[in-house]
């Protein structure tokens, strides 16, 4: 089956084939959170700042930056996450929007442009051949100076079309983010991974540029 198309992620959640799943909040988007070191304010002149999840899957980094005053919008085109996510939304006022859509064609559904975009996963599920594709509309969506920041994993010095995951070869990613647009700010092998994937994670952080 073809992991562009839905059908092929749904049967993986209907089946509990989710080994990706930590099972709860990004340990990295955590610290970053609570050390005041994520880039875009929770508020900034007087409103939300906007931040994209694609790929979001469960949802445990929605719930997250919507906990610490971001209004978030959740992105996945399958439906079993988001419906687990909606329930968990649904005793709580917190400003979540749900998108069931396949997020290269975010740019028909996203009209206003997003302050953050915070990406954790989602790459390396996509088939490298389309991570050109992804980059540019994550860029298109992003406002200018808003902040593309991605935990890349499985970082892999050699490439490689067998996946998902696909594997996350750096000088790849460095060089989608200065073709579309996006300046690298900082880039670290965080020590705050989650044990089962310390050292295999890269944390880049790009600016797009503000003209
Ligand atoms: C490996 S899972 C990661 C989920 C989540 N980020 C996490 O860390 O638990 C990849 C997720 O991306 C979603 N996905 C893959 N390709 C997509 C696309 N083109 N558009 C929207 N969602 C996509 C899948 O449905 C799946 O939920």
Redo the contacts with the bound molecule.
Sequence with gaps: MDV?M?AY?SERYQQGETG???GGETPVFQVLLAEGLFPVPAMQEGRRSRVLV?????GHDVLLFARAGYEVIA????PE?LQVLQARLAHTSLPVQLLCV???HLPEHCVQPVDAVVE???YC??APWRRCDYFSVMSRLLSPGGWFVGLFFPVTPEPSLVG??FPVCREEVLELGQRHGLVLRRHEVPQCSHPARRGREELMMFQKGKG
């Design positions: 562009g839905p992620w990706w799943d930590l694609p790929g979001c899957g469960y992105v996945d085109f399958a996450p396949d997020l290269f954790y996963t989602c599920a996509i998902p995951p």
